[in-house]
Each structure stands twice: as structure tokens, then as C-alpha cells.
């Protein structure tokens, strides 16, 4: 039988892109009409998990195949020497490259270069930055205007008036910023035109070789800055850059309740869709490409995302490890295989885990030992469901995992099949609760009645099962190393 020639695979990534944002999972806003009229012809999987968040807890699971708490609690990111998606293709014989807007999470600092030819994180333009950012708890005018200013705090709370000053230093804390020229210059991150522009030059140098190329884009990451191209197309009208600015600070406040968010919560919403709206025009435009120069024809394509993004559903921003309910925990999975009409997958949860081994397949490569998670491209292809559970996992509340002791909190535990999930933080005295994600997509009520406590037995005992494997199948090597270069990139700083 004649061997046809390797597959290339293209791996997208864009950082907060929560499920119920895009189109072709029943978003109403037309934030991804390219991506629309892409999963007609690919498999959509309805309830992709994480494994992790938020993001260096999310990418082991995607590009090595392997939970995210697997080497312990203290190891972020894949360790050196770890096998992963690009290691494995680029041994096959593929071109290998990644092009990431920005993040430092997903570093060579946390091994993420393994495997790629070329690798461009843009940490440089991050570093570069010179972002205006405002808050409360910057008093502005040296230690004497400061020294004032805690005064007057102080003053303002011993007779009951903190929420009134709060509000008026804010607003007085914007007026005296300096004036936002445009959008552009507020941005933190590299759009992702500009990563298309460097993926679209590499792929023109790979000549004849099949290649895997990963992008990850950060347009709907916070501060929310989008293209005004992409917030015009979405709203019918300009984004004002002051006042953008604005809602972005008003955003990031820590002195206000819920409530006090909600007014704006809207608009800020409007300003991370427009991110997704620009990231779907990029990726037409990367899709144009290939099928110009003729790479499309045997190109798998895939689209996911690291973690969702949190706008007050369960009081919370942004994406902090302390909860793991749908809204960060659930994201978009399209994967497009050529030869193949696509079709309906089942409802069975997808893990991130997964998801190296069923590309693979679905590329002809065969996936490697070391990968922990299984191949669904047989279940896809046949929309046939599964069984296994979700796991997700993280270390509670660690927001800054440069910071070594952050990493040793508790581990926060989620277990998700097609109708439940428990969530536990283990520590001493926890508790778990169980969410019936059918009768309470937003997971306002856990479950106290027989249905759910039969639920909880079962998924008590994934968790259970869980835990051991993390144990008994660690790779004490890997995680030496891991270790090693914690110790040396700290005496390098």
C-alpha cells in the first residue's frame, strides 16, 4: 500500500479564550466567523477540560502529555530532556517552529524551546513595554504627596467614608495620567498579525520538509487592548483610548465588592471579544497562506486555548487558581484532519491531555511512551464517547510562580465527566463539593441529594486514583532536572 506524504500539524493557542466566546460553540456576538465556517468541516469537541490553570499550569498537559502537578507541586513548565509534541516531530524528521506573543510562562525558562528549530517568545517587546499603569495603591508624587495620601486614607476610614474616597482617588489618580495617544500604545503584548508575519516567512523557509508550527496569541489577555480594526467589526464603532484605558484600570481595582464591577463589566467584555474578533481574522489570513502555497491540502489544524477568563460569573477577574469552574476550565477544541468531513464528537469530557497523542495519530506518528495521556482520534473519528474523567489541578492561589514558595499551597483538584464535577482543595479539614452540570450550568448549587452523593463516590474515587499514579509514576529523573534548572536560573538572577 502506497504511503502518502506526513502530515504537517499547525497548533494554535490563544491564552483566556474561554469556550462560550466563539461562534461555533453558540456565542451569539460574531466574535470567530472564520473559525465558524472552519468547524463545519472539523471535530469539535463540546466540552474540552484543561488541566491545569492557569497557564503554566496548562501546557504540560497540551504539548507533553502530562499532568500539570506530575513532578510535584514545585516544578513549573516541562522539564529538560522532557518528551513532548515537538521533540517527537522533529526526531520524525519535521521542521519545527513556535512563535508565542509574549509569555513568560511559556519560556525557554520553563523548557517550552525543547523540540523547536526556532522559537520566538517576544519577551523582549513585553520587556520593553512602557504601559501606563494606575491603580489606588500607587500614590503618585514621592513620599511626601504619599505620605499625604495615607493620611487621608487613614482619615477617610476612621469616619466611615473609605468606599466614597477610594472612588474620588481613583478618578483623581486617571485625570492626572498622562493622555493615551491610541490603543496600540497601551498594548502589552505583540498582536497576532505579528505573529502570523514571522510564522507566514518560516513556513516560506521549510521548503519540502512537513513542519509543526505552534502559535500562541494573547489578543483577548488582559489588560484588554484590541485591535480598533477588530473592535470596529465587532461593535460598529472606534475604541476611544482613554477610555479604554479606563475601564481597564477601573477593571483591575482592589478596593471595590462585586457590585462594584458590574457596571462596567460590558464594556470590558466588548473589549476582550474584539480580541477574540482580531485573532480570528489572523488565523484566516495564516489559512489563506497555506492553501496559496499549497500546504493546506495535508495540514492538521488545531485550535485551543490554555484557561477561559472570569467576568464576576462566581465573583471573580482574570484567571487566578482558585476556582475551576466552566468558565475557566472550559475551552474551544477544533481540530481539522485533511481527507476528513469532520462530524459530531460526543459529550464525553476531552482533556487537554489527550490532545498531543490523538494529533499524532491523526498525523500517522506514533505517540511516545512517556505521553500519559491516550489518543481519541479512533472515538473522534466514529463519534464514539469515553469514559475517563477530566482531572484538573493546581497549586491553590499560587499567582506568581517565579516565586518558588508560592508553588507549595495546597493542591486545588477538580474531577469532571459528562454531567458532574467535584472540586476539593487538599489540605486539612477540606471539604469537596459536587456540581450537576446539567440541572446548574453555573454551578450556584453543589449537590447534596442520593444522585449527587453517587456522583461524588465516583469521582472521589478518579481523584483517588489520580493521586496514587501522581506518586507511583513519577519520574524522579525528570524531576531532578527540573529541579536543577529552578536552582540554576535563581543564582543566575
Known amino acids: 500500500m502506497a504511503i502518502g506524504p506526513k502530515k504537517s500539524v499547525v497548533l494554535v493557542t490563544v491564552d483566556c479564550l474561554r469556550a462560550d466566546h466563539v461562534g461555533f460553540m453558540g456565542y451569539a456576538r460574531p466574535t470567530t466567523p472564520f473559525l465558524d465556517s472552519l468547524a463545519a468541516e472539523s471535530f469539535v469537541a463540546p466540552a474540552a477540560i484543561v488541566a491545569g490553570a492557569p497557564t503554566y499550569y496548562s501546557f504540560p498537559a497540551i504539548l507533553a502529555s502530562r499532568m500539570p502537578l506530575a513532578l510535584g507541586r514545585d516544578v513549573i513548565g516541562l522539564a529538560p530532556g522532557e518528551t513532548t509534541l515537538a521533540t517527537v516531530l522533529r526526531e520524525s524528521g519535521y521542521a519545527t517552529g513556535a512563535f508565542s506573543a509574549g509569555n513568560p510562562y511559556i519560556s525557554p525558562r520553563f523548557g517550552y524551546d525543547q523540540g523547536f528549530e526556532v522559537f520566538r517568545d517576544f519577551l523582549e517587546l513585553e520587556e520593553q513595554s512602557t504601559q501606563d499603569t494606575v491603580t489606588p495603591e500607587t500614590p503618585p508624587g514621592g513620599p511626601v504627596r504619599g505620605e499625604l495620601n495615607r493620611s487621608t486614607k487613614s482619615f477617610a476610614g476612621a ?10 482617588y481613583f478618578e483623581y489618580r486617571m485625570k492626572i495620567a498622562p493622555p493615551a495617544e491610541s490603543v496600540d500604545a497601551l498594548r502589552r503584548f505583540p498582536t497576532a498579525d505579528v505573529l502570523v508575519d514571522k510564522a507566514q516567512s518560516w513556513l516560506a523557509s521549510v521548503g519540502q520538509r512537513p513542519f509543526f508550527l505552534w502559535l500562541h496569541l494573547m489578543d483577548p489577555h488582559s489588560p484588554y487592548y484590541p485591535r480598533n480594526e477588530a473592535f470596529r467589526e465587532l461593535t460598529g464603532r472606534d475604541i476611544e483610548p482613554g477610555h479604554a484605558r479606563y475601564l481597564n484600570e477601573y477593571w483591575n481595582r482592589s478596593d471595590l465588592a462585586v457590585a462594584g464591577f458590574r457596571g462596567k463589566r460590558d464594556e470590558v467584555v466588548e473589549l476582550y471579544d474584539a480580541g477574540i474578533r482580531w485573532v480570528d481574522g489572523q488565523i484566516a489570513r495564516l489559512v489563506d497562506d497555506l492553501r496559496r502555497t499549497h500546504l493546506w491540502d495535508d495540514c492538521v489544524f488545531a485550535l485551543t486555548a490554555d484557561h477561559g477568563e472570569e467576568f464576576l460569573e462566581h465573583g471573580g477577574r482574570y484567571h487566578a487558581p482558585v476556582r475551576l469552574s466552566e468558565e475557566v476550565v472550559r475551552v474551544p477544541l477544533l481540530i481539522r484532519v485533511p481527507g476528513e468531513r469532520g462530524g459530531k464528537v460526543p459529550a464525553s469530557p476531552m482533556s487537554h491531555v489527550h ?5 499524532l495519530e491523526s498525523m500517522g506518528v506514533p505517540a511516545p511512551a ?11 473519528q466514529q463519534g464514539v464517547a469515553w469514559d475517563d474523567p477530566a482531572i484538573i489541578e493546581c497549586a491553590y492561589g499560587c499567582n506568581n510562580p517565579f516565586r518558588r514558595e508560592n508553588r507549595s499551597a495546597p493542591r486545588l483538584l477538580g474531577v469532571r465527566d459528562t454531567r458532574f464535577k467535584l472540586v476539593m482543595r487538599i489540605e486539612p479539614g477540606a471539604t469537596e463539593e459536587v456540581y450537576d452540570l446539567e440541572a446548574d450550568p453555573g454551578e450556584t448549587h453543589p449537590r447534596v441529594d442520593g444522585h449527587g452523593f453517587e456522583a461524588r463516590s465516583q469521582l472521589l474515587q478518579a481523584a483517588r486514583e489520580h493521586l496514587e499514579r501522581t506518586v507511583s509514576d513519577r519520574d524522579d529523573g525528570l524531576r531532578l532536572q527540573a529541579r536543577i534548572r529552578d536552582l540554576q536560573s535563581e543564582i543566575l538572577i
Open 355 to 359: 490532545l498531543a497523542p490523538t494529533l
Open 159 to 168: 469616619v466611615g467614608l473609605s468606599r466614597l474616597y477610594n472612588e474620588l
Open 370 to 380: 512517556a505521553f500519559r495521556g491516550r489518543s481519541l482520534w479512533r472515538n473522534l
